[in-house]
């Protein structure tokens, strides 16, 4: 099943990034096969799928950081497949992204690190930036944190002060890779607490990709099941959790947790 999630948001506006027929293999190995997907604008999108299926693929895609062999991605109704330079990096302004590892520099302080994109992207004086710098960490729960350094701090921080250095530059949308990979199950909710409250709090378009099934269902509004390079089932969450689509359903039920609400089906 191929179809795209077709949807406007609150103000009819439609779409933030739509991803239309995108194709892409590495060597012989065919990833997407022609993946249609739509994510709505001011809302959380999850993509789930088997390990290895394409899902990070497919994030990368969205920012441009992997070009299509086949296909559309369209960032506000753009097509970035057939830009480069300036033109790239204007509509990678939009964007922020949160990698597994976090990625914090490990030689900056705590602070130095969500300052960077502030400096590097920014024209704003020291103090300005030390003012966003402080309001941010404290939005994250990391108050009084920014001398520190990354290995200094546990895992659940290292993931705060990631989503802090994502948040200073105001992205419209914040791409999330695994974002509770690493973390046991009560910081995983910690983390998944925080990324609803901080998408309600500044309205920014969220995408995650996780394996984390029950902890995201509990915070997304809509579901992506990318199964064999395709959009096998897309669906708003609770409908998603209710779905009897053979394959959505088995590997639901497979990864069964609270959040799940169990339908019988022949494969179950």
């Known amino acids: 099943m191929t179809r795209a999630l077709a949807i406007t948001d609150a103000v009819g506006q439609g779409p933030v990034i739509r991803l239309v027929n995108v194709a892409k293999s590495f060597g012989e190995q065919a990833v997407l096969k022609g993946v249609n997907l739509q994510i709505p604008r001011g809302k959380v999108t ?30 506000d109704d753009v097509d970035i497949t057939p830009l480069g330079g300036q033109a790239l990096n204007e509509v990678r302004k939009k964007f922020a992204m949160l990698f597994q590892s976090a990625a914090l520099f490990d030689s900056m302080t705590v602070f130095d690190n969500v300052a960077f994109p502030l400096r590097e992207k920014m024209q704003l004086n020291e103090p300005e930036i030390s003012q966003h710098v402080t309001d941010i960490l404290a939005a994250v729960e990391l108050t009084g944190m920014g001398y520190k350094f990354p290995a200094e701090l546990s895992g659940g921080m290292k993931k705060r002060a990631g989503l802090a250095r994502a948040l200073v530059i105001n992205p419209a949308i914040i791409l999330f890779d695994e974002p509770t990979t690493g973390l046991d199950p009560l910081l995983a909710r910690q983390v998944h607490t925080l990324i609803a409250g901080m998408q309600q709090r500044f309205g920014f378009t969220a995408v995650i990709v996780s394996h984390d099934i029950p902890g995201v269902f509990g915070i997304s509004d809509y579901v992506a099941m990318l199964w064999d390079g395709v959009i096998e089932e897309v669906a708003a969450t609770k409908d998603f959790q209710r779905t009897t689509n053979a394959i959505a359903r088995t590997f639901l039920n497979a990864a069964a947790g609270p959040e799940m609400v169990p339908v019988e089906t022949t494969h179950g």
């Open 46 to 75: 999850t993509i789930i799928g088997p390990s290895g299926g394409g899902k990070s693929v497919l994030l990368k895609h969205m920012i441009g950081l992997i070009q299509p062999d086949r296909g559309q991605v369209l960032v």
